[in-house]
């Protein structure tokens, strides 16, 4: 496998960060998320002292080429050789709940009848 780390200060950087591995040469290219892999851990991690925060993914690598449309989230190993990594922060946008009327409307209107 190919593991991909990233450390930041920041939480909110590293949350659901998007990780794409890329081949410069066909296009092609895999993605993943950075914390897709995280294990449940009761007891403090390996970082709990330190200050930067950490989040990983991994590429599952394969000697061959993957033929059923199934296993696309394979990735060869002869690609590392010319092989790209883009991480993209995922910005929090926020959300908001609000109240809305629309006037005049009747839902009868919009019931579809069957054929008998």
């Known amino acids: 496998m190919l593991k991909v780390l990233c450390e930041s200060p920041s939480e909110k950087a590293l949350f659901w960060a998007g990780v794409r591995l890329l081949q410069p040469d066909?296009?092609?290219?895999?993605?993943?998320?950075?914390?897709?892999?995280?294990?449940?851990?009761?007891?403090?991690?390996?970082?709990?002292?330190?200050?930067?925060k950490r989040r990983q993914t991994f590429f599952r690598l394969t000697e061959e080429e993957p033929r059923s449309p199934g296993s696309k989230w394979l990735v060869?190993?002869?690609?590392?050789?010319?092989?790209?990594?883009?991480?993209?922060?995922?910005?929090?946008?926020?959300?908001?709940?609000?109240?809305?009327?629309i006037p005049n409307?009747?839902?009868?209107?919009?019931?579809?009848?069957?054929?008998?």
């Open 26 to 52: 066909t296009g092609k290219e895999w993605k993943q998320r950075l914390g897709d892999s995280a294990t449940v851990i009761p007891r403090p991690r390996e970082t709990w002292l330190s200050p930067l």
């Open 76 to 101: 060869p190993r002869n690609v590392l050789t010319s092989a790209r990594i883009a991480i993209t922060p995922e910005h929090i946008t926020g959300y908001s709940i609000l109240k809305y009327e």
């Open 105 to 116: 409307l009747e839902l009868s209107n919009f019931v579809i009848k069957t054929l008998a």
